[in-house]
């Protein structure tokens, strides 16, 4: 049975930083692109980060470049999502999806498995 567990979110300032964290059981995680998702209310879902099954690809939203950062460690199935000078726009519900395969989309319908999200709020 797969399971996709994010962790980490919560409140912070603006210019704040927080850093999330996903474990991904159940899969051959290293065979697995992954990546973070948004939803703010009343948005539609929108890519943040992907990065590849080895690690050595990695891909942002231009909304997020410079700020955030995705990593991933094979050895503990697990992928992190460090968010810096966050802003009050960056606060949504974060999701962390895993694709078969070694490459990325920013696209969330080529995402096999998803956590159930974190809330990240960002206070002005």
């Known amino acids: 049975q797969v399971q996709v567990v994010e962790s980490g979110g919560g409140l912070v300032q603006a210019g704040g930083s927080l850093r999330l964290s996903c474990a991904a059981s159940?899969?051959?995680?290293?065979?697995?692109?992954m990546g973070w998702f948004r939803e703010a209310p009343g948005k539609e879902r929108e890519f943040v980060a992907a990065?590849?099954?080895?690690?050595?690809?990695?891909y942002y939203a231009d909304s997020v470049k410079g700020r955030f950062t995705i990593s991933r460690d094979n050895a503990k199935i697990t992928v992190s999502l460090e968010m810096n000078s966050l802003k009050p726009e960056d606060t949504a519900v974060y999701y962390c999806?895993?694709?078969?395969?070694?490459?990325?989309?920013?696209?969330?319908?080529?995402?096999?498995?998803w956590g159930q999200g974190t809330q990240v709020t960002v206070s002005s």
């Open positions: 159940g899969l051959s995680f290293s065979t697995y692109a």
């Open positions: 999806a895993a694709k078969t395969g070694w490459v990325t989309s920013r696209l969330a319908s080529a995402y096999n498995y």
């Open positions: 990065i590849s099954s080895s690690g050595g690809g990695t």
